[in-house]
């Protein structure tokens, strides 16, 4: 069974850095991709960036572009996502969750199947 555990979550101030880790396992091919979400209270859960286990093509959400990198190490079978610059307006619960296929660009929560239990970014205004 596949399964997703998140780390790295925490408080940072306006303008820091965190680093997400998403440790993957149980899968048997390796067709499929990673996206990062995020949900705010209040908000709908929001696709931040994804990766493909197959060939590495990535995307992002325009509200992080140039802010978050997004990268895999296939040895560990772990994605991370490094944040930069961060602000308020990313504090959020973030999510690693994985759909089957090749297209990074598919940012619709119901269409991902299987899902992390989320790690915390805080960062105060």
């Known amino acids: 069974e596949v399964q997703l555990v998140e780390s790295g979550g925490g408080l940072v101030q306006a303008g820091g850095s965190l680093r997400l880790s998403c440790a993957a396992s149980g899968f048997t091919s390796n067709t499929y991709v990673i996206m990062w979400f995020r949900q705010a209270p209040g908000k709908e859960r929001e696709g931040v960036s994804c990766i493909s286990r197959s060939d590495g093509s990535t995307y992002y959400a325009d509200s992080v572009k140039g802010r978050f990198t997004i990268s895999s190490d296939n040895a560990k079978n772990t994605v991370y996502l490094q944040m930069d610059s961060l602000q308020p307006e990313d504090m959020a619960v973030y999510y690693c969750?994985?759909?089957?296929?090749?297209?990074?660009?598919?940012?619709?929560?119901?269409?991902?199947?299987?899902w992390g239990q989320g790690t915390q970014v805080t960062v105060p205004s």
């Open positions: 969750a994985v759909r089957f296929g090749i297209v990074v660009g598919t940012t619709s929560p119901t269409l991902y199947d299987y």
